[in-house]
């Protein structure tokens, strides 16, 4: 079995920082890509940046900027900075994960339960 655990959400005020960490653990052979999705209220789930086993890296438009990806291969793990935070990044941000688990090696995405992030005014 493999989870994705978050970690670092909570309330903050406009303009503040918060850093979310994800933490894979389980029968896994190998990571691909690890994101960072959020749902607003009321919203669907969108992107908001994700970086590859070797770095690369893609940011959703409205984050370019204020928010980091980052990723410690050997930990298995991705981090989200985010500064400069507004109002409208108020959601609950869900990790994701694209790996190959033992014995199958076969890549499915994960996604780890979430963890909230109110950005207040």
């Known amino acids: 079995q493999v989870q994705l655990v978050e970690s670092g959400g909570g309330l903050v005020q406009a303009g503040g920082s918060l850093r979310l960490s994800c933490v894979a653990s389980g029968s896994i052979f190998s990571i691909n890509t690890m994101g960072w999705y959020r749902q607003g209220p009321g919203n669907q789930r969108e992107l908001v940046a994700r970086v590859t086993r070797g770095g690369s890296t893609n940011y959703q438009d409205s984050v370019k900027g204020r928010f980091t990806i980052s990723r410690d291969n050997a930990k298995n793990t991705v981090y989200l900075q985010m500064n400069s935070l507004k109002p409208e990044d108020t959601a609950v941000y869900y990790c994701?994960?694209?790996?190959?688990?033992?014995?199958?090696?076969?890549?499915?995405?994960?996604w780890g339960k979430g963890t909230l992030v109110t950005v207040s005014s």
């Open positions: 994701n994960a694209d790996l190959a688990i033992y014995p199958s090696l076969q890549e499915m995405d994960y």
